[in-house]
């Protein structure tokens, strides 16, 4: 799929839900648990600091025995986050789930965070569009287009 990933923000909207890094582990875990979602984005001062997921949960923060009330999560936050450009393709974006073993990845422009996209709305776009393509050769075979 040679779409550009900006196709899929469009649709999906930028909402992107970030927190600053001072916030405890605590803090972060349960706004992402207000929110339902599985990665929140570390902001300070506006810039891209890291990213904090259910992953760094269960290995960084359970795994490792650490208090998330007394620690913050700029402490645990994966930092160097791995990014997109907007005109990266949906292909590219899910070699680069399998790739580099991750869920979420923040999409920047000019060094601005334009949005986040998850293997699930990868997932999501792909099936869409083989629905659309079995639905376009079910009406082509079932003579639902001219000739």
Same mark, same amino acid.
């Given at each position: 799929?040679?779409?550009? %990933?900006?196709?899929?923000?469009?649709? !999906?909207?930028?909402?992107? &839900?970030?927190?600053?890094? &001072?916030?405890?582990? =605590?803090?972060?875990?349960?706004?992402? +648990?207000?929110?339902?979602?599985?990665?929140? /984005?570390?902001?300070?001062?506006? !810039?891209?600091?890291?990213?904090?997921?259910?992953? #760094?949960?269960? &290995?960084?923060?359970?795994g490792a025995g650490i208090d998330p009330k007394a620690v913050r999560v700029s402490e645990?936050?994966?930092?160097?986050?791995?990014?997109?450009?907007?005109?990266?393709? %949906?292909?590219? /974006?899910?070699?680069? =789930?399998?790739e580099k073993r991750c869920r979420h990845l923040p999409v920047v422009s000019n060094d601005?965070?334009?949005?986040?996209?998850?293997?699930? #709305?990868?997932?999501?776009? /792909?099936?869409?569009? &083989?629905?659309?393509?079995?639905?376009?050769? !079910? +009406?082509?075979?079932?003579?639902?287009?001219?000739?």
């Amino acid at each position: 799929m040679n779409v550009p %990933i900006s196709a899929l923000l469009q649709r !999906k909207g930028p909402a992107v &839900h970030s927190i600053a890094p &001072h916030l405890s582990i =605590f803090d972060a875990v349960a706004e992402m +648990n207000r929110l339902r979602i599985g990665a929140i /984005v570390i902001l300070d001062s506006g !810039k891209l600091a890291g990213i904090f997921t259910e992953r #760094d949960v269960l &290995h960084r923060v359970v795994g490792a025995g650490i208090d998330p009330k007394a620690v913050r999560v700029s402490e645990i936050m994966t930092r160097n986050v791995l990014t997109i450009a907007p005109e990266t393709t %949906i292909e590219e /974006v899910a070699a680069l =789930f399998t790739e580099k073993r991750c869920r979420h990845l923040p999409v920047v422009s000019n060094d601005s965070l334009i949005g986040l996209i998850s293997i699930g #709305d990868i997932s999501r776009w /792909v099936a869409d569009a &083989h629905r659309a393509e079995a639905e376009h050769l !079910k +009406n082509y075979i079932s003579g639902g287009f001219p000739t």
